[in-house]
């Protein structure tokens, strides 16, 4: 079993709709968690960057973190079609030196 | 502007050839990285550097090496003896391994 695992999609909704993206992971160890957005032949962009437990809004992104359930989210809301791209979530623990684990990534498609 | 600039943007190279991937970081990162990523699959790690003078293999290190002389730079040299070279190649760095990472805009290696 993966430490992350993310549905890879692809995901397609109508212009206007609410995604929500997710992750669920393994490690309890894991209380950083970021959300990375990619363009097709682009590197991946930070979106969002959570510690630990809780909400956080950005304009039309919101990430949530649920470490109970160890489940991830990211909310985007009036979904435009520059929002098709790929999304991979990310996470780390703060102890030792641990790298970022990431998920395989959600390719995401809006239908104008 | 800081950032992560990646050189060059398309490359190919003939079979049995060794080809280095530049990478250069302005943003005063200690640890910095290099993944390859395949159509439709996540990133997987091909090295690491933590510090200065100091490397460590990833996950799919085999037929890859590298050097890190100076914090700003990070190159990957890609020998005759990776197997499958074809991919897209992306350079990151980040304050500190667990903290989030800053991608540059990849490489696309083409063997012919």
């Known amino acids: 079993q993966k430490e992350v695992e993310q549905d890879p999609g692809p995901l397609s909704v109508p212009e206007g709709a609410i995604v929500s993206l997710n992750c669920t992971y393994s490690?309890?160890?894991?209380?950083?968690f970021m959300w990375y957005r990619q363009y097709s032949r682009k590197g991946p962009e930070l979106l969002m960057y959570t510690y630990s437990s809780g909400n956080k809004e950005d304009g039309r992104f919101t990430a949530q973190v649920d470490k109970s359930s160890k489940y991830i989210s990211l909310f985007i809301r009036d979904s435009q079609p520059s929002d098709s791209a790929t999304y991979l979530c990310a996470m780390s623990s703060p102890f030792g030196n641990e790298k970022l684990t990431f998920g395989t990534g959600t390719r995401l498609t809006i239908i104008p | 502007d800081g950032g992560i600039t990646q050189s060059p943007k398309y490359l190919f190279r003939k079979e049995g050839q060794n080809v280095t991937l530049s990478c250069e970081q302005n943003l005063n990162h200690d640890a910095m990285y290099w993944y390859r990523q395949d159509p439709g699959q996540g990133l997987r790690l091909i090295y690491y550097?933590?510090?200065?003078?100091?490397?460590q293999k990833g996950d799919i290190a085999e037929g890859y090496s590298v050097s890190r002389e100076k914090k700003e730079s990070f190159p990957l040299t890609v020998t005759s003896a990776q197997k499958n070279p074809t991919a897209f190649y992306l350079c990151?760095?980040?304050?500190?391994?667990?903290?989030?990472?800053?991608f540059g805009q990849g490489t696309r290696l083409t063997v012919v």
């Open positions: 550097s933590q510090i200065v003078n100091d490397f």
């Open positions: 990151a760095s980040s304050d500190t391994m667990n903290t989030e990472a800053f």
């Open positions: 490690n309890s160890a894991f209380q950083y």
